[in-house]
């Protein structure tokens, strides 16, 4: 993974000082709060219902076990002892002290770690496949650019006061899409032209929100050399044009929509033309210095262990059930990604306690290389474990109660933190996930249903995603009643698809009935193997319609 | 008078002033003239033996003004809000685009915690809202030795000087 140089370091140092600096003249009454708004929003300090909540970058998902562990050390120290996994690939504290985060910061940074541009009306995270680098579709691995980047977008000066927030997601498999690309401000796709080199197609204009919208192609091949100066371009006429007057207005979707994506996109090819060939053009040295960073780790030359695997399934069906669910086919021979799931029944769906960290990191250390992912499933990798010791690995995690065989099953929630937590919530959401997970526990069901993205928000937000859940619940405020809205039909992969609302809102007790008809309807409707979300698709959304509604009234 | 500062120090007497379009009366020998007034009668008054500037405001767009480039003095943005950042932009086109030498100035709603993005985008003066502001503003200035990008003052990213 990458490692800091002395210019990286010095910069995250420096930064911990003058966030120091700011937070000592807000409290000494030098800075107003909405001065010290934007500046704590972009080291990554919200002021939530309870507390401020801290969140913490995790650069394209991807950490080293000693920086989880220095996470467990924080939440202990400063916290309550538990964080939070988001779906954007970061770490989130609930209950620091304000006083206490210029050293949460500094703690960060000894472990080349920060919240810069976190939160705040400037560049996030930018985030990637939580499988980068492991899986054999892949046109390479998009890390370096990630990277690439995060160091372009760190503390660029231009772009700190933009019109509204900005995400990027970088995706290189070219036959799945699990970073979501087109519902980011900017999301690009490695690919190949005819001539066999690689580049960028560019979506521009996704995003969630009170606005769902998939991105739309701007440019169908950028020369990778040219991806800071072509960004640049972008953020520029957004900078200069995106809306202000309305902050549910400001993000770069509605530019793009407003304009049309032609116009837009000759802005931009104008701008772009007038710097392309200047000093931001990257060069091969920089490209392979980053690269070098994301070498293989030191595999062993094994095989495929297909024989002992069929051997332990057959002996423990529940190892079985864990294999098909939670573990990925690795590049490497001999080598899977396994999912340590973040999803039990009873739990916030993303929570884990500083013990789980820091075994998590252990294992880590045993059994992976020392590394780890986040995926925005809000669940936690281990990329390279050898075939032959997926089976004690199974039985420690299963110990922990971090096996939960349920990966990218209806029990996979993908969950925001909602009433529980957020201060800008209708209702809540952590139980609703809660109540579908209690009643639909057997697992032969789940695993008959097959893969279901469920997601849940709190409000039209959309940290949840429900949008693009193959099945999405929203919480919405009616006469100071919490009920809850469900769509069907979302898709966050390659086709990028916005669910569609089933009909009136329903209330919290009645979502798992809900959820069970539109669940049998499936069953009933499907072809043979066919995905719930190719059924809905095909037989649209009025046999679910008839079916949820003609039962409650 | 609210301090000004450039290229990081206090200055005092600052002889530049608003001249605002409704105003009667002949220019201040150092005028700050409205956009408006560049569109309207930039062509009569370019070759004035007044010192002119400009003044943008918020919704202000630059175009217009760069026929008059080479005999401005001073672009200065009047920031209404500090959270609108599209002065960053402006200034960065201004230099690296259009080359414009002249001062690029920073007042209204600006915060010293501002001062070194304004500066990287191009900006080289700034007029803080108080004393201590502008002392805040000036001790900040070292804040950062690295910066990743190219920016309106070191046209070379990061990754062109790195030595490793
Ligand atoms: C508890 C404190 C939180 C607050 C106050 C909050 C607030 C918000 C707001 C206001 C937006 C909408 C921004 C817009 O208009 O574009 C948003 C979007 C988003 N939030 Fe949160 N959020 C919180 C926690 C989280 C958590 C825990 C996650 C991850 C599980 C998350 C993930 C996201 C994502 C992915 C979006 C983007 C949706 C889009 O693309 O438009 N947020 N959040
Ligand atoms: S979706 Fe709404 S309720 Fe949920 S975390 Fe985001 S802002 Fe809060």
Known sequence: MYVYDSYDQ??????????????????????????????????????????????????????????????????????????????????????????????????????????????????????????????????????????????????????????????????????????????????????????????????????????????????????????????????????LKGRRDNKYKARIKILVKAMGIDAFRELVEAEWLKYKDGDDKLTSAEIDRVKGHFSAPAYEALNDQADLLAQQRFEDPQFDKWLSRNVEAHKQPGYAAITVSLKKPGYAPGDATAEQIDIIADLADEYSFGELRVSHQQNVILSDVRQQDLYSLYQKLTALGLAEPTVGTLNDVICCPGGDYCALANAKSIPIAEAVQTRFDDLDYLYDLGDIDLNISGCMNACGHHHIGNIGILGVDKKGEEFYQVSLGGDSGIQGKVGKILGPSFKADQIPDVIGKVLDTYVEQRHDDELFLDTVHRIGLDPFKERVYAASH | MQPLIKNGLLVENDPWAVFEAGEDGAFPEYALLPLSFWVSQGDEIRDSVFKLGAVLRAGDEIDALIPYLPQLKVIAFEFEKFADGRAFSFARQLRSEHAFTGEIRAFGDILPDQVNYLQRSGFDAFVLRSEQEAETALALGNTFSVQYQSDAVQSQPLFRRRVS
């Open chain 1, 10 to 239: 010095q910069l995250v140092d420096q930064r911990v000082a003058q966030f120091r600096e700011q937070t000592d003249r807000f409290l000494d009454g030098e800075l107003a709060p909405e001065e010290f708004l934007p500046l704590r929003l972009q080291n990554g300090l919200y002021i939530q219902r309870h507390a401020p909540m801290l969140r913490i970058a995790v650069p394209y998902g991807l950490m080293s076990s000693t920086q989880l562990r220095r996470i467990a050390s924080i939440s202990r120290d400063y916290d309550k002892g538990y964080v939070h996994f988001t779906t954007r690939q970061n770490i989130q504290l609930n209950w620091p002290a304000l006083e206490d985060v210029p050293d949460i910061l500094g703690e960060l940074a000894e472990v080349q770690m920060h919240a810069i541009q976190t939160s705040g009306n400037c560049i996030r995270n930018t985030t990637t496949d939580q499988f980068a680098g492991i899986i054999a579709d892949e046109i390479e691995d998009p890390r370096p650019w990630c990277e690439i980047i995060r160091q372009w977008s760190t503390l660029h000066p231009e772009f700190a006061f933009l019109p509204r927030k900005f995400k990027i997601a970088v995706n290189a498999a070219t036959a799945t899409d699990r970073a979501a690309i087109r519902f980011h401000d900017i999301g690009l796709q490695l690919v190949k032209n005819e001539e066999g080199e690689t580049g960028f197609q560019v979506f521009v204009g996704g995003g969630l929100g009170r606005t769902p919208l998939p991105g739309q192609e701007i440019r169908s091949f950028l020369p990778t050399e040219d991806l800071l100066s072509y960004l640049d371009a972008i953020l520029r006429v957004y900078n």
